[in-house]
């Protein structure tokens, strides 16, 4: 290379230069290169990446040596700084040692800027340096303070002589940066970044005052902390500034406290843009808005997220016209949105988004036409409308997601077409979606989930790049077919999760090339599945098709996508076998559930080894017919969520399912199985061990050490549980031991059980007192359930002041004394049943600070006095279930607490209560709820309500001294599905107001001193009622016989000497009055017919009885069932023509429960005695009523199950 050659090239501007430290650097036949570096291998080398290239100089120069450029200066062979540059072959290669740079005079060196086109010659590189072996890449951290890692600055001065630009961004440069840096002494620099580096956390340094020509200054995640200093105020000319950080709450923050804000940029007379994100602003209210507008007229961006700024917004913002980026997000503005923002001409940007706005949001904003962004997500007071769109707008990002945005949206959303991000997630946006949205077509994500759209879905097929779309739900219906998108080739997410779409789901939709996501659970669709072409390019990951109707056996080709990790189809109606060898194809598989559908999974022992199955980290085959555990289970050493619920499985808990490694949640309720094998305590990462509803028995197993959730319920297990139990449940949210034959006292040790929210120790034989400190613990408590066991003693008066107990259920032990008055504490109280005990007490009206409590039982104990409370205040506006029967109530029946009651007296929307329950959440990330439970009387049956419909409500005040008139009022709870006042003292009419109780479907007004008519109003009106019983009362007239009431039998009326008509033998005059006057002389043909043929029946009947044995038998038989049922409603026992227990059985739907005499069921059984009457328990997830061996007999109204000689009990 010539000398003047050489010359030009130092005319060329390098800026920004990043450290590396090289070992060894080989070129080949450079032409400049006359001593290979080989020569000198001892030699140090220090180069510098080049960042930035400015000027003439290509980046292809740069990839054409290896995307590295290098300058080398060594002073041991250079003799002067002169003859750095003297252009000699013999000295053309330079280098310099920087660990001894006292050694130059910097002052004479020229602009090194150029050095590096030196090498542009060379041929080639033996290797790129990526990888050469000899080399090592590594920053420059050659002593421990930051001083000599700058002393690379001194080089830089001269290099930027003519340069006015350093950026050191992302280099990790770690330690402190004092005030007397070599880096202050750069006073041409204009533009520095020392963004992304590792400072930590170290004092924000003062020394960038000296730099007072610089223009652009970024210090962003740099790594400083604390105030930010008013030297830095003095940089009059800087255009742009950023301080700002990411917040983490542990980590000290930059801080404007003194300086404040204002005192910062009151200088800034030139500043364009200012990024403070995340740094502690601590401007009282608005002042930030003024210090702002005061100082910054040039203002273009304002970015001032996390901040910790209050509001509200004021209009002094307004002076910055030239405004066009504003973010103010995550701050506590707390604040309306003011309408000026649409006067800003030139915005184009807007964060708002977690500020806690509110109020309705100015629809005059989203038209401002030079608008691209718009986020205000995470407001979740923040409301309002969509406007009509302009045509041709600019918005291009749109994002209302958590906000309380409604109304439907307009058809000229379609205007916005050049919006790319549009998610309105979880608003209350409703109606159809427009079938303008086609005209988007530069959309690429999507998100309109958790709204209440309804209808069909529209065609996205002119978005072409559109890689996200989430509709899940919402109530969208109609049928996706291949046209919905067949043109979306770049489609990765597709969400339709919980609607109503239906149909069959198209083959096409598993064709893109593109799609790993795809998610339809929750929704109606059927048919079967086909099977699917084209897998082995298919790039599915994630297939969910749970909770649909669809039908047929699992297609194969299912399990031949080879990158699919996850796997559901449960709760369908899918059928057939399944050879769980298939999966071991799905070498990628982690989460597979077949769970709830009619399938057989079987496995081939003798097949594939264990071994070549996938490891899975979720398997759910619950309800699949298994009978063993299948043998590749004990292989899965990455196993988290197993569940093989309600299966067949018999025999043993094989003991090394206690050793899988990381097993976190096992679930074998509803199997066969006997004994238990191994110690879950072995099980060291379970948290959710669930084996109740089985047939386990002997002691209670070890508990897993860190268990969460533990339901041992409905076994057969029998022992004394352990004095220390608590100490095992240290981390335990749930434990329930119900429906076991555990005995002995409640150990006090279980009060160490802290984090416990819900204990269920019902249905046992726990004996002895309620320890103490058990009520102490319903602060932390929310359900409390001791249930039907023998506990005795008095109910400890140590409810604390903050307790948070939701159910408290003591029923059925023989606890004495009164109702605790410091049970007023728990406020929260949802369910309170103390019956069956011996509680003598009056109504407790203490309670009344409970406001949402919806089932209050004190049925069969010693209460006495008035029913209901005093005063004006409204008590238990939500109660939906009252059973105080078989107490020692008087007076007249209440009338004024029962308006309160509005539960009972307004209807709520039944789509939406058909899957609302009674329920504590224990676990919510999790779905694991407590189901409260309830037994009630029902037409005459005991039910236990496993699952209490919140619209399910009764009224049952039977056996008291209740007496006067039944209160007209009683006709405005038009929610009330069971009403029952029998067994009291009751006068008067039966008033015509009942007939507004049109969801009723049992009423029961038996045995009180009720006269008059039955209400015609009643049959016309009461079209659910399925039970009905007036008997032994004092009614008169003609009984009502049309809709309902004609379904009923004589044991509904009898009892009333004045009543007539079907179904009493007792016949009615015309129209149920006495008979008109008639002259003597005419002569009653219907009388005498009337008589013939009672006559001539008769003969009929009995002649066969007489002549006839085997209808003897069966007219005996059929008497005997009859009487029976006439019989113990009344109370009364009898016994038939044979010994015998007669059993019954029913299945039963969740909405209604059937009639409790079935008549065509019990038409063809042969009579065997005595007649009972269980208790039956309502399960309406497994939608069937069982027979319930504990439930203890009562006597009238319920039917008795008392033999002739001794009560029947359990």
């Given at each position: 290379?010539?000398?003047?050659?050489?010359?030009?090239?130092?005319?060329?501007?390098?800026?920004?230069?990043?450290?590396?430290?090289?070992?060894?650097?080989?070129?080949?036949?450079?032409?400049?290169?006359?001593?290979?570096?080989?020569?000198?291998?001892?030699?140090?080398?220090?180069?510098?990446?080049?960042?930035?290239?400015?000027?003439?100089?290509?980046?292809?120069?740069?990839?054409?040596?290896?995307?590295?450029?290098?300058?080398?200066?060594?002073?041991?062979?250079?003799?002067?700084?002169?003859?750095?540059?003297?252009?000699?072959n013999e000295n053309s290669v330079l280098f310099i040692d920087f660990l001894d740079t006292h050694m130059l005079n910097f002052a004479r060196l020229p602009d090194l800027s150029g050095l590096w086109p030196m090498f542009e010659r060379s041929e080639r590189l033996v290797a790129q340096i990526e990888k050469q072996p000899r080399i090592r890449f590594s920053f420059f951290h050659k002593t421990e303070t930051l001083e000599s890692?700058?002393?690379?600055?001194?080089?830089?001065?001269?290099?930027?002589?003519?340069?006015?630009?350093?950026?050191?961004?992302s280099e990790s440069i770690s330690g402190g940066l004092d005030n007397s840096s070599s880096l202050f002494s750069l006073q041409y620099l204009q533009n520095l970044s020392l963004a992304y580096n590792k400072f930590n956390y170290s004092q924000f340094p003062s020394g960038f005052d000296k730099l007072t020509n610089l223009r652009h200054l970024n210090l962003s995640n740099a790594g400083f902390a604390g105030q930010i200093p008013?030297?830095?105020?003095?940089?009059?000319?800087?255009?742009?500034?950023?301080?700002?950080?990411?917040?983490?709450?542990?980590?000290?923050?930059?801080?404007?406290?003194?300086?404040?804000?204002?005192?910062?940029?009151?200088?800034?007379?030139?500043?364009?843009?200012?990024?403070?994100?995340?740094?502690?602003?601590?401007?009282?209210?608005?002042?930030?808005?003024?210090?702002?507008?005061?100082?910054?007229?040039?203002?273009?961006?304002?970015?001032?997220?996390?901040?910790?700024?209050?509001?509200?917004?004021?209009?002094?913002?307004?002076?910055?016209?030239?405004?066009?980026?504003?973010?103010?997000?995550?701050?506590?503005?707390?604040?309306?949105?003011?309408?000026?923002?649409?006067?800003?001409?030139?915005?184009?940007?807007?964060?708002?988004?977690?500020?806690?706005?509110?109020?309705?949001?100015?629809?005059?904003?989203?038209?401002?036409?030079?608008?691209?962004?718009?986020?205000?997500?995470?407001?979740?007071?923040?409301?309002?409308?969509?406007?009509?769109?302009?045509?041709?707008?600019?918005?291009?990002?749109?994002?209302?997601?958590?906000?309380?945005?409604?109304?439907?949206?307009?058809?000229?959303?379609?205007?916005?077409?050049?919006?790319?991000?549009?998610?309105?997630?979880?608003?209350?946006?409703?109606?159809?979606?427009?079938?303008?949205?086609?005209?988007?077509?530069?959309?690429?994500?999507?998100?309109?989930?958790?709204?209440?759209?309804?209808?069909?879905?529209?065609?996205?097929?002119?978005?072409?790049?559109?890689?996200?779309?989430?509709?899940?739900?919402?109530?969208?219906?109609?049928?996706?077919?291949?046209?919905?998108?067949?043109?979306?080739?770049?489609?990765?997410?597709?969400?339709?999760?919980?609607?109503?779409?239906?149909?069959?789901?198209?083959?096409?939709?598993?064709?893109?090339?593109?799609?790993?996501?795809?998610?339809?659970?929750?929704?109606?669709?059927?048919?079967?599945?086909?099977?699917?072409?084209?897998?082995?390019?298919?790039?599915?990951?994630?297939?969910?098709?749970?909770?649909?109707?669809?039908?047929?056996?699992?297609?194969?080709?299912?399990?031949?996508?080879?990158?699919?990790?996850?796997?559901?189809?449960?709760?369908?109606?899918?059928?057939?076998?399944?050879?769980?060898?298939?999966?071991?194809?799905?070498?990628?598989?982690?989460?597979?559930?077949?769970?709830?559908?009619?399938?057989?999974?079987?496995?081939?022992?003798?097949?594939?080894?264990?071994?070549?199955?996938?490891?899975?980290?979720?398997?759910?085959?619950?309800?699949?017919?298994?009978?063993?555990?299948?043998?590749?289970?004990?292989?899965?050493?990455?196993?988290?969520?197993?569940?093989?619920?309600?299966?067949?499985?018999?025999?043993?808990?094989?003991?090394?399912?206690?050793?899988?490694?990381?097993?976190?949640?096992?679930?074998?309720?509803?199997?066969?199985?006997?004994?238990?094998?191994?110690?879950?305590?072995?099980?060291?990462?379970?948290?959710?061990?669930?084996?109740?509803?089985?047939?386990?028995?002997?002691?209670?197993?070890?508990?897993?050490?860190?268990?969460?959730?533990?339901?041992?319920?409905?076994?057969?297990?029998?022992?004394?549980?352990?004095?220390?139990?608590?100490?095992?449940?240290?981390?335990?949210?749930?434990?329930?031991?119900?429906?076991?034959?555990?005995?002995?006292?409640?150990?006090?040790?279980?009060?160490?059980?802290?984090?416990?929210?819900?204990?269920?120790?019902?249905?046992?034989?726990?004996?002895?007192?309620?320890?103490?400190?058990?009520?102490?613990?319903?602060?932390?408590?929310?359900?409390?359930?001791?249930?039907?066991?023998?506990?005795?003693?008095?109910?400890?008066?140590?409810?604390?002041?903050?307790?948070?107990?939701?159910?408290?259920?003591?029923?059925?032990?023989?606890?004495?004394?009164?109702?605790?008055?410091?049970?007023?504490?728990?406020?929260?109280?949802?369910?309170?049943?103390?019956?069956?005990?011996?509680?003598?007490?009056?109504?407790?009206?203490?309670?009344?600070?409970?406001?949402?409590?919806?089932?209050?039982?004190?049925?069969?104990?010693?209460?006495?006095?008035?029913?209901?409370?005093?005063?004006?205040?409204?008590?238990?506006?939500?109660?939906?279930?009252?059973?105080?029967?078989?107490?020692?109530?008087?007076?007249?029946?209440?009338?004024?607490?029962?308006?309160?009651?509005?539960?009972?007296?307004?209807?709520?929307?039944?789509?939406?209560?058909?899957?609302?329950?009674?329920?504590?959440?224990?676990?919510?990330?999790?779905?694991?709820?407590?189901?409260?439970?309830?037994?009630?009387?029902?037409?005459?049956?005991?039910?236990?309500?496993?699952?209490?419909?919140?619209?399910?409500?009764?009224?049952?005040?039977?056996?008291?001294?209740?007496?006067?008139?039944?209160?007209?009022?009683?006709?405005?709870?038009?929610?009330?599905?069971?009403?029952?006042?029998?067994?009291?003292?009751?006068?008067?009419q039966i008033p015509k107001s009942l007939a507004n109780l049109t969801q009723l479907e049992s009423l029961d007004l038996s045995n009180n001193k009720l006269t008059g008519e039955i209400p015609m109003q009643l049959a016309e009106s009461l079209i659910f009622l399925s039970f009905l019983d007036l008997s032994f009362n004092q009614l008169v007239g003609q009984i009502p016989n049309i809709k309902q009431f004609s379904t009923f039998?004589?044991?509904?009326?009898?009892?009333?000497?004045?009543?007539?008509?079907?179904?009493?033998?007792?016949?009615?005059?015309?129209?149920?009055?006495?008979?008109?006057?008639?002259?003597?002389?005419?002569?009653?043909?219907?009388?005498?017919?009337?008589?013939?043929?009672?006559?001539?029946?008769?003969?009929?009947?009995?002649?066969?009885?007489?002549?006839?044995?085997?209808?003897?038998?069966?007219?005996?038989?059929?008497?005997?069932?009859?009487?029976?049922?006439?019989?113990?409603?009344?109370?009364?026992?009898?016994?038939?023509?044979?010994?015998?227990?007669?059993?019954?059985?029913?299945?039963?739907?969740?909405?209604?429960?059937?009639?409790?005499?079935?008549?065509?069921?019990?038409?063809?059984?042969?009579?065997?005695?005595?007649?009972?009457?269980?208790?039956?328990?309502?399960?309406?997830?497994?939608?069937?009523?069982?027979?319930?061996?504990?439930?203890?007999?009562?006597?009238?109204?319920?039917?008795?199950?008392?033999?002739?000689?001794?009560?029947?009990?359990?």
């Amino acid at each position: 290379m010539k000398r003047h050659q050489t010359q030009r090239v130092f005319s060329e501007t390098v800026i920004g230069l990043n450290i590396i430290q090289l070992h060894a650097l080989y070129f080949e036949r450079s032409s400049l290169l006359t001593t290979p570096l080989s020569s000198n291998p001892s030699l140090p080398l220090l180069g510098f990446q080049i960042r930035t290239v400015f000027g003439r100089l290509p980046p292809t120069r740069l990839r054409s040596t290896g995307s590295w450029a290098f300058i080398f200066v060594n002073p041991p062979l250079i003799p002067s700084p002169q003859r750095l540059f003297a252009g000699s072959n013999e000295n053309s290669v330079l280098f310099i040692d920087f660990l001894d740079t006292h050694m130059l005079n910097f002052a004479r060196l020229p602009d090194l800027s150029g050095l590096w086109p030196m090498f542009e010659r060379s041929e080639r590189l033996v290797a790129q340096i990526e990888k050469q072996p000899r080399i090592r890449f590594s920053f420059f951290h050659k002593t421990e303070t930051l001083e000599s890692e700058f002393r690379l600055l001194y080089v830089a001065r001269c290099t930027l002589q003519r340069g006015t630009g350093l950026n050191l961004s992302s280099e990790s440069i770690s330690g402190g940066l004092d005030n007397s840096s070599s880096l202050f002494s750069l006073q041409y620099l204009q533009n520095l970044s020392l963004a992304y580096n590792k400072f930590n956390y170290s004092q924000f340094p003062s020394g960038f005052d000296k730099l007072t020509n610089l223009r652009h200054l970024n210090l962003s995640n740099a790594g400083f902390a604390g105030q930010i200093p008013i030297e830095l105020s003095s940089l009059r000319r800087l255009v742009i500034l950023d301080l700002s950080t990411l917040y983490f709450p542990e980590i000290p923050p930059l801080k404007l406290e003194n300086p404040n804000l204002e005192m910062l940029v009151q200088n800034f007379a030139e500043l364009i843009e200012l990024y403070l994100d995340g740094v502690n602003i601590s401007e009282q209210g608005d002042e930030w808005c003024g210090a702002l507008s005061s100082s910054l007229k040039n203002l273009t961006v304002l970015s001032l997220s996390n901040c910790n700024l209050l509001g509200p917004l004021n209009p002094s913002l307004l002076k910055l016209q030239s405004l066009s980026s504003i973010r103010l997000d995550n701050n506590n503005l707390s604040a309306l949105v003011p309408e000026f923002f649409a006067n800003f001409t030139n915005l184009t940007s807007l964060r708002l988004s977690s500020s806690g706005l509110f109020d309705i949001f100015p629809e005059k904003i989203f038209q401002v036409p030079t608008l691209e962004v718009l986020d205000l997500s995470n407001n979740a007071r923040l409301g309002g409308s969509l406007p009509d769109f302009p045509q041709n707008g600019y918005l291009r990002t749109l994002v209302l997601s958590h906000t309380n945005f409604s109304g439907k949206l307009p058809h000229s959303i379609g205007n916005l077409t050049m919006l790319s991000r549009m998610d309105f997630s979880s608003c209350n946006f409703s109606g159809s979606i427009p079938t303008t949205m086609a005209n988007l077509t530069q959309l690429l994500y999507l998100d309109m989930s958790f709204n209440n759209f309804t209808g069909p879905i529209p065609s996205f097929s002119k978005a072409k790049n559109l890689t996200q779309i989430n509709l899940s739900h919402n109530d969208l219906t109609g049928q996706i077919t291949s046209t919905h998108w067949e043109e979306l080739k770049n489609l990765v997410n597709l969400d339709l999760r919980d609607n109503s779409l239906n149909g069959s789901i198209s083959v096409s939709l598993f064709s893109h090339l593109s799609l790993r996501y795809l998610q339809l659970p929750n929704n109606q669709f059927s048919g079967e599945l086909n099977q699917i072409p084209n897998i082995s390019s298919n790039v599915l990951e994630y297939l969910d098709l749970s909770t649909n109707n669809l039908e047929g056996a699992i297609p194969v080709s299912v399990f031949n996508f080879r990158g699919l990790k996850i796997l559901s189809l449960s709760s369908n109606n899918l059928t057939g076998s399944v050879q769980l060898n298939m999966i071991h194809q799905l070498t990628n598989l982690s989460s597979l559930d077949l769970s709830y559908n009619s399938l057989s999974i079987e496995f081939n022992r003798t097949g594939s080894p264990s071994s070549s199955f996938p490891n899975i980290t979720t398997l759910k085959l619950a309800s699949s017919k298994l009978k063993v555990f299948p043998d590749f289970l004990r292989n899965q050493s990455k196993l988290v969520v197993l569940d093989l619920s309600d299966n067949e499985i018999g025999a043993e808990i094989p003991y090394w399912i206690w050793k899988l490694p990381f097993l976190q949640q096992l679930n074998l309720s509803f199997n066969n199985l006997v004994t238990l094998e191994g110690s879950p305590r072995h099980a060291f990462y379970l948290t959710i061990l669930d084996i109740r509803s089985n047939r386990l028995q002997g002691q209670l197993p070890d508990l897993p050490p860190f268990a969460t959730y533990l339901d041992f319920s409905k076994n057969n297990f029998s022992s004394i549980i352990p004095s220390d139990i608590g100490d095992f449940l240290s981390y335990a949210y749930f434990f329930s031991l119900s429906s076991n034959e555990f005995k002995g006292s409640i150990h006090a040790s279980i009060c160490n059980a802290t984090y416990l929210r819900v204990l269920d120790l019902s249905n046992n034989s726990f004996s002895g007192m309620i320890p103490e400190c058990l009520v102490g613990m319903s602060s932390t408590l929310g359900v409390l359930n001791l249930g039907r066991n023998n506990l005795h003693g008095m109910v400890p008066d140590t409810f604390p002041d903050n307790c948070g107990l939701q159910t408290l259920d003591l029923n059925g032990n023989q606890l004495v004394g009164q109702v605790p008055e410091s049970l007023e504490h728990c406020t929260r109280l949802e369910v309170f049943n103390i019956g069956n005990n011996h509680i003598e007490d009056i109504f407790p009206c203490h309670l009344k600070n409970a406001s949402i409590l919806r089932v209050l039982v004190l049925r069969s104990n010693n209460f006495s006095g008035h029913l209901g409370c005093e005063g004006k205040n409204a008590t238990w506006p939500m109660l939906q279930i009252l059973d105080v029967a078989s107490n020692n109530f008087n007076g007249r029946l209440p009338i004024k607490c029962f308006y309160t009651w509005k539960a009972m007296s307004e209807s709520e929307d039944e789509t939406e209560s058909e899957l609302n329950h009674l329920r504590f959440e224990v676990l919510g990330f999790d779905k694991f709820y407590y189901q409260d439970a309830v037994t009630v009387t029902v037409k005459g049956l005991s039910m236990e309500l496993v699952k209490i419909l919140t619209i399910f409500t009764s009224i049952d005040v039977s056996g008291n001294n209740l007496e006067g008139t039944i209160p007209e009022g009683y006709g405005g709870l038009s929610s009330l599905y069971v009403l029952n006042l029998s067994h009291n003292a009751l006068s008067g009419q039966i008033p015509k107001s009942l007939a507004n109780l049109t969801q009723l479907e049992s009423l029961d007004l038996s045995n009180n001193k009720l006269t008059g008519e039955i209400p015609m109003q009643l049959a016309e009106s009461l079209i659910f009622l399925s039970f009905l019983d007036l008997s032994f009362n004092q009614l008169v007239g003609q009984i009502p016989n049309i809709k309902q009431f004609s379904t009923f039998s004589e044991s509904s009326y009898e009892g009333n000497k004045g009543l007539c008509g079907f179904p009493l033998m007792n016949k009615c005059s015309d129209g149920g009055t006495p008979p008109s006057a008639k002259s003597p002389e005419t002569f009653d043909w219907q009388f005498i017919l009337t008589g013939l043929g009672f006559g001539v029946g008769a003969a009929l009947f009995v002649a066969p009885l007489v002549f006839w044995e085997k209808g003897r038998r069966w007219y005996n038989e059929s008497t005997d069932k009859i009487v029976l049922v006439i019989l113990t409603m009344i109370g009364l026992s009898y016994t038939g023509s044979k010994d015998g227990k007669l059993e019954a059985e029913e299945d039963i739907e969740d909405d209604s429960i059937e009639d409790y005499v079935d008549e065509d069921e019990t038409e063809n059984e042969e009579f065997r005695g005595q007649y009972c009457v269980f208790c039956s328990k309502l399960d309406s997830s497994r939608k069937r009523v069982t027979h319930d061996p504990k439930c203890i007999c009562r006597s009238s109204p319920l039917i008795s199950s008392s033999s002739s000689t001794s009560s029947s009990s359990s």
